[in-house]
């Protein structure tokens, strides 16, 4: 429910309440008696889906920016009349969403001034950063908690819609300056926390799983990307609180940006890139998502002779997107069909591993224990290393020749050299 006031200019006092009458709405005037070009002010108390409609019927009959409007959330109206109009709007399909200016207004206030943004942005990283090198998963969740990015996407979401250049230019600019400063923070503290051994030593920084977790992305990312900002335009439009999916949108951005820090670091250009192409696709869709839905909830400028730029504009800026979205998406696809192709080779690896112990065990009493195939790094499209396979064996024993004719085996179906490893564990059983 909102609480609507205006001020109605004067000269435009009967035109304006004999539009709420035929809307059949009912309304308190209260004269302005400052002398002012104010003729008085109307309270209107209304549902949240009905301040649209009512704005409009009220700017068609000659109200402008001239006159204040301020939309206010009520907490209880207490009316028969209120109940009936509230009845009667009910029926509409979205009666959840707020009206234009409420959403500009909100996703305005989404969007911090550039100093608060800039601490809290390189507060965050700092967190996420050291989240990911102590492996430590409620750290960088908490650094998600705080991080700003909800609010510059949803901003120039809004400012495309309604027109509104200046609030999307803002927005873009705040998203590009966020990542990048994010991306910089990590870096550096990185860089600090390596020179002055606060972590262990570590040849690979993929040896742990909290950065692992970011430089392999698949096309399931894509999925929780416009997830995230469907989630945060849908809460942004209906007046619901966006802390929360504030957090599933840090969530796509923080620690990939990190993590691209965290890969410069340490010298190792693939987890860098890796993550880039992470974080760059799930900020172009989250900002798809929100301009979607956004434009499929019909909103739009308060001019109709504005329309048509917004319209175009919406266009454009979402063809755009869908564009670098699809050529950063075969990074995606080919993540995904390498994660394929690992499962396939391990799979295999497996095969003939049994295979290889099913004809040595006439012989001897040989029982396969585990297979484990090593990468040289967790970033995709490269070859696997080396196999480890431990097999039981009865004590004193050992399988002559098994690790030869795994390695022949192993290399005949699958084409790739990799080096086996054969270790014994003695089993003794009565």
Do not use: C
Not at 29 to 35: K, L, P, R, W, Y
Not at 36 to 54: D, F, H, K, M, W
Not at 228 to 236: E, N, T
Not at 273 to 302: C, E, K, T
Request: glycine residues 6%; negative net charge; charged residues 20%.
């Amino acid at each position: 429910m909102r609480l609507v006031q205006i001020t109605i200019p004067s000269g435009k006092r009967e035109t304006l309440l004999s539009t709420l009458d035929g809307e059949d709405i009912d309304y308190v005037v209260a004269d302005e008696t400052s002398g002012r070009e104010y003729a008085g002010i109307v309270y209107i108390p209304l549902p949240t889906n009905a301040v649209e409609p009512v704005l409009e019927s009220l700017r068609d009959a000659g109200l402008d920016d001239s006159s204040y409007t301020v939309v206010m959330e009520a907490n209880t109206v207490v009316s028969r009349k209120f109940d009936q109009l509230e009845e009667r709007y009910s029926e509409e399909p979205d009666e959840d969403q707020i009206a234009r200016d409420e959403l500009v207004s909100a996703a305005a206030s989404l969007a911090p001034s550039t100093r608060t943004y800039a601490i809290m942005t390189i507060v965050s990283a700092l967190i996420a950063t050291a989240g990911l090198l102590l492996n430590s998963p409620a750290v960088v969740v908490g650094s998600m908690v705080i991080a700003p990015l909800v609010g510059p996407a949803m901003a120039a979401s809004v400012g495309t819609v309604v027109d509104d250049q200046e609030m999307f230019a803002r927005g873009v600019r705040l998203q590009v300056a966020g990542i990048l400063l994010a991306i910089a923070t990590a870096f550096a503290f990185a860089f600090v926390v390596r020179q002055v051994n606060l972590v262990p030593p570590l040849a690979d920084v993929t040896t742990i799983p909290e950065v692992r977790e970011r430089v392999a992305p698949d096309f399931l990312s894509l999925i929780i990307a416009i997830g995230a900002g469907i989630a945060g335009i849908v809460s942004l439009t209906t007046g619901v609180s966006a802390a929360l999916v504030g957090v599933m949108i840090s969530v796509a951005l923080i620690p990939p940006a990190a993590t691209v820090g965290i890969g410069l670091a340490w010298g190792q250009p693939m987890v860098s890139l890796s993550s880039a192409v992470l974080v760059s696709v799930n900020v172009l869709s989250i900002n798809l998502a929100a301009l979607v839905v956004l434009w499929y909830s019909g909103y739009r400028p308060d001019h109709w002779f504005r329309r048509s730029d917004a319209k175009r504009a919406t266009a454009v800026r979402v063809g755009a997107l869908a564009v670098a979205i699809a050529v950063l998406s075969v990074f995606l696809i080919g993540v995904t069909v390498d994660s394929f192709q690992r499962a396939t080779t391990e799979e295999r690896i497996q095969e003939e591993t049994s295979a290889a112990i099913e004809q040595l065990e006439n012989d001897q009493q040989i029982e396969q224990l585990s297979v484990e195939v090593e990468y040289p790094s967790a970033v995709p499209f490269e070859e696997p290393e080396r196999a480890i396979i431990t097999v039981g064996v009865p004590p004193g024993e050992t399988a002559t020749g098994l690790a030869s004719e795994i390695k022949r085996r192993v290399e005949a179906e699958t084409g790739t050299t990799i080096e086996i490893e054969v270790r014994y564990v003695s089993i003794e059983r009565e």
